[in-house]
């Protein structure tokens, strides 16, 4: 199963927030109690940025968390999707609607970008890549979330389908980073997603592929199934 760049089906997936709640709210902190959230703002805490852009800011969350955190920095969050920015910048956030492929900013005009789970995604990812660098200061950070070929491999396979590969993963995600950026450093994490009844899991598949969530086999309780995520930062 591939999770696809083709704009037209993205827009579709993004185009209101309800895909993306259902998929934020089945994960936990990894087995050692970090979040990929965490990591990322570990690192973008760490290099004290004065201004920060978000590319793909989904429903603003982890904009607002990086403005309570960095209050001494001027943050800007930008989406396609117009409902995204719209609640993004419901949190009082500085939102616009983008493409990463065609940022409106001129050069080295961040100290850090954020890019959460949304690479993979990019139609011409080295296009987006070469962008973020373009709007980065010299010596400027990129830091990027992403899932690997692993990430919930056990749920798609119990509903006939197959492992999720991307463009931008654990598996590959520095070798296209180096394309664009010197130092490249790579922290995996082993998350967990909990569905507490299958209904939940068949909610959650049916974001991505309704046929896949139809052909879940039942089972009672609570389950849990393992991520496989990783966060990038490069320089």
Same mark, same amino acid.
Not at 16 to 24: F, G, I, K, N, Y
Not at 74 to 101: C, F, P, W
Not at 199 to 227: I, K, Q, V, W
């Given at each position: ?34 979040? #990929?959230?965490?990591?990322?703002? !570990? +690192? ?8 920060? &852009?978000? @590319?793909?800011? %989904? ?78 200061? #010299?010596?400027?950070?990129?830091? !990027? +979330? ?8 056990? &749920?798609? @396979?119990?509903? %006939? ?75």
């Amino acid at each position: 199963m591939t999770l696809g760049n083709d704009p037209g089906a993205v827009q579709k997936q993004y185009a209101d927030e309800s895909r993306l709640t259902t998929r934020s709210s089945v994960w936990r902190p990894a087995v050692d109690g970090r979040s #990929p959230q965490d990591v990322a703002a !570990a +690192a973008i805490a760490a290099a004290d940025p004065e201004r920060l &852009l978000e @590319v793909g800011c %989904g429903t603003g969350a982890f904009a607002e968390r990086l403005t309570a955190e960095n209050p001494t920095c001027s943050i800007v969050a930008t989406d396609q999707s117009a409902r995204l920015v719209e609640l993004t910048a419901a949190r009082g956030v500085d939102a616009h609607v983008a493409d990463v492929m065609h940022l409106r900013f001129p050069d080295a005009s961040f100290d850090i970008v954020v890019a959460m789970w949304m690479l993979y995604h990019v139609p011409d990812l080295d296009r987006g890549l070469a962008e973020v660098r373009r709007v980065l200061r #010299p010596g400027g950070t990129f830091v !990027a +979330a992403t899932n690997g070929d692993n990430h919930l491999a056990q &749920l798609l @396979v119990d509903a %006939g389908g197959q492992p999720l590969v991307t463009q931008f993963s654990t598996e590959n995600g520095a070798a296209a980073l180096s394309r664009h950026f010197d130092d490249v450093h790579q922290s995996d994490l082993a998350t967990l997603a909990m569905f507490p009844d299958h209904a939940s899991a068949c909610a959650y598949l049916a974001t991505f592929d309704e046929s896949l969530a139809a052909n879940l086999p039942p089972f009672d309780g609570p389950r849990e199934y393992a991520g496989a995520t990783s966060v990038f930062v490069a320089r």
